[in-house]
Structure formats: C-alpha cells, structure tokens
C-alpha cells in the first residue's frame, strides 16, 4: 500500500481559540476560515490529523478523561461538517508537572516529533509528503523534525521568535485559510 500524505493540525491557536487550559467545550470556539481550510485540504487527499500538547493532566488541571470529551466534541464538529479526522494525539506530560504520573520528559511534547512520528506510523503517512500548520515555533520545530513541510499562522500566540535553523517555517500566514491555501499551492504530486 502507498504511504498517505496528511496535514498535522496543532488545536490551541490554530484550529480553535486558545484559552488556556480550557476543556470547558462550551467555550470552544473555531477560527472562522477554519472549515473552509479543512475542506480544501481534505480535498486534496491530505489526512487530517491533530497533535496538541495538553500538560493539563500534569498540572492537576484537569484529567484525561476531560481530554477525551474535548476530542470527541471536535470530531463530532468535523463530521457534522463532512470533514474526516484521520487521527487525535496528544500530550498530557510537562517536565514541570506536579502530578507525578504525567512529570517527565517525553519524546511526545513538541518541539520533538515523537505525536507526528507515531501518527505517521500509524496511518502509514509519508513524512516528507506532509505538512504541519501550527501557531507556534515548537509546532514548527516538531513538523520539521519529522521531515514535514510547515505553516505557522501568525495570530499573536508565538512569543520568542527565534528561528534558528529547524524552527523556520516554509510559510508565515495570517489565518488557517491562507496555510491550506499555500499548501495546496505547494503540494508535491
């Protein structure tokens, strides 16, 4: 079987507004572009797949079981919209946790690749065919880690701007439409 493309989908910031450490789904609210985006890539036959760092369960905040209702209250979104969702990973550890269960260093937490590479695994995505949208640079770190393409959406949520060398994007835009727009504009075959 030939491997799939997809486009890895950061959640805070990205797809919805970040408010942090929301799970409260009635404060959930989608960027306005956002199902236009969703549907020109899957239209393109790109896998639509979230990876979001969630340390929440770390900070005692909140558990996973709170994760799992906010996943399945965005794929119930996405379904209604007829937008298929290939895939939800998250990461619920942080280094700085005070729940010890979830304290740690992981592989997961970008800007390492480890949810992008298990989702690649997983789906049988061809990395190198692949893009990253996020709203941060460890989204971009993480997608070019992986050997994806990336896109980082400009809208106020990254605070360091240091672009060294695997943190520079392919593409600074101002909203979700316009990074499916470049994506589609800049797919490979």
Request: hydrophobic residues 35%; glycine residues 8%; aromatic residues 10%.
């Amino acid at each position: 079987m030939s491997p799939n493309k997809a486009v890895f989908l950061d959640k805070d910031g990205t797809l919805i507004k970040n408010l942090p450490y929301n799970v409260d789904v009635k404060k959930i609210t989608f960027f306005r572009d956002v199902w236009e985006g969703l549907k020109m890539l899957s239209g393109a036959s790109y896998r639509l797949i979230v990876v979001t760092n969630q340390p929440g369960p770390a900070y005692g905040f909140y558990t996973i079981k709170d994760i799992e209702k906010v996943k399945k209250f965005i794929l119930k979104r996405m379904l209604r919209r007829r937008i298929k969702l290939w895939g939800y990973y998250y990461c619920p550890h942080h280094p700085g946790g005070t729940v010890k269960k979830f304290k740690l260093s992981c592989g997961c937490r970008k800007p390492l690749p480890g949810l992008i590479q298990k989702a690649g695994r997983k789906l049988n995505v061809d990395l190198t065919s692949s893009w990253m949208i996020g709203d941060t640079l460890d989204d971009i770190e993480a997608g070019k880690r992986s050997g994806c393409s990336t896109v980082l959406i400009n809208n106020g949520n990254e605070t360091e701007w240091k672009m060294p060398l695997g943190r520079v994007p392919d593409a600074i835009v101002s909203g979700f439409l316009e990074a499916a727009r470049f994506i589609r504009k800049n797919q490979t075959p």
